[in-house]
């Protein structure tokens, strides 16, 4: 019999510029597996899902991409090299810095009329902008960040099967940190309409479940990996209780737990063994600290075990 989610690919035609990303993952992870080096898979932000074949109109969700991209830059400071795969338009890693701030306003002219003119950054900005360049340019130069982009569901499950297929030779040495808002529910290619559909009359809009992509990713795609999903929920009586289902039927090694309205400041690390939270103080949150570098922290330990234990194995 064939699975829901061996039909869903069947069903839907992956993006055109699908090999060219293939490449490029590949070429990616084969260095840093020469070089030795851990490779972390983060998504981030949220997926669309069309209404349309031909999409005026689409569903999407709150995701912003905060925890995605700052947990990037802390994964790279921990010395992983990070395949980056994001929401078109949602944060990314260094760039965020700057996201709510006017491009223009950073920069400042000078005219001198007979010669090109002189473009800076203005001095109030110079520090925070070396702070940033600096890293951004290291993860560069070290050829340590790859970034993709997906907009929609069926964009994001045919990277994300592909990300995989290329991390899988790295075995232990690879991270999948899922912190991406997938969809939950979609229109079949085959029941959306094509065109736009008309305002004559109020549309009855049918959904139907995505297949659970964690159940081939852990069993097949990167059985020997380490695999960290996220689960998120607005009703805190639910929230262990769902992260463990997940954990039961997937046999992955983490979920991240987190609530909605609290997620910048809280989450729960749930394990097979144990679960326990990670929080910012009012204090801590309110200087600037950020949640994902305890999370990555915690991670990082975690993976640095599970390696050598599948080294001793
Ligand atoms: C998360 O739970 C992420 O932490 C957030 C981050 C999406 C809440 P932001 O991008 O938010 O910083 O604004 N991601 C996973 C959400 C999800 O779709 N989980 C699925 C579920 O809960 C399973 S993988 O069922």
């Known amino acids: ?37 851990k490779v972390v898979l983060v998504t981030s932000g949220g997926t669309t899902v069309p209404l349309e074949h031909n999409t005026v109109r689409f569903v999407d969700n709150f995701s912003a991409g ?70 951004y340019k290291e993860a560069l130069d070290q050829k340590k960040l790859l970034q993709f982009t997906f907009t929609t569901l069926f964009e994001y499950l045919w990277l994300l099967r592909s990300a995989c297929q290329a991390l899988a030779p790295l075995e232990s040495r690879a991270i999948l940190y899922l912190a991406a808002a997938v969809s939950d529910f979609y ?26 992509i964690l159940a081939p990713l852990v069993s097949l795609w990167v059985p020997k990996a380490f695999v960290v999903s996220f689960k998120l929920e ?12 997940a954990l039961n039927k997937y046999h992955h090694n983490l979920v991240i737990a987190n609530m909605l309205q609290t997620r910048k400041q809280q989450v729960i690390i749930v394990s097979k063994e144990t679960d326990y939270i990670l ?29 050598w234990s599948k080294e001793v194995n």
């Open 279 to 307: 929080s910012l103080t009012n204090e801590q949150l309110n200087i600037g600290d950020e949640i994902e570098q305890l999370i990555v922290s915690d991670i990082v330990e975690k993976h640095t075990k599970f390696i």
């Open 234 to 245: 607005t009703d805190e009586s639910l929230l262990i209780s769902k992260a463990r289902t």
């Open 66 to 135: 905060t925890r995605g991209s700052v947990s990037a830059e802390y994964f790279l400071e921990h010395g992983y090299a990070v395949i980056f795969m994001y929401r078109v338009k949602s944060l990314e890693p260094f760039s965020r810095h700057f996201i709510g701030q006017k491009f223009l306003d950073l920069l400042q002219i000078s005219d001198n009329s007979n010669e090109t003119p002189v473009i800076t950054v203005s001095p109030e900005y110079t520090q925070k902008v070396a702070i940033v360049l600096r890293k």
């Open 1 to 37: 019999m064939v699975s829901a989610w061996e039909d869903f690919y069947a069903m839907h035609p992956p993006p055109q510029d699908l090999v060219q990303n293939e490449s490029a993952l590949k070429e990616f992870t084969k260095k840093h597996l020469d070089k030795g080096n």
């Open 187 to 212: 229109i079949p290619s085959n029941e959306m309409s094509v065109h736009k559909i008309h305002s004559t009359g109020p549309p009855t809009i049918s959904l139907q479940l995505v297949p659970k």
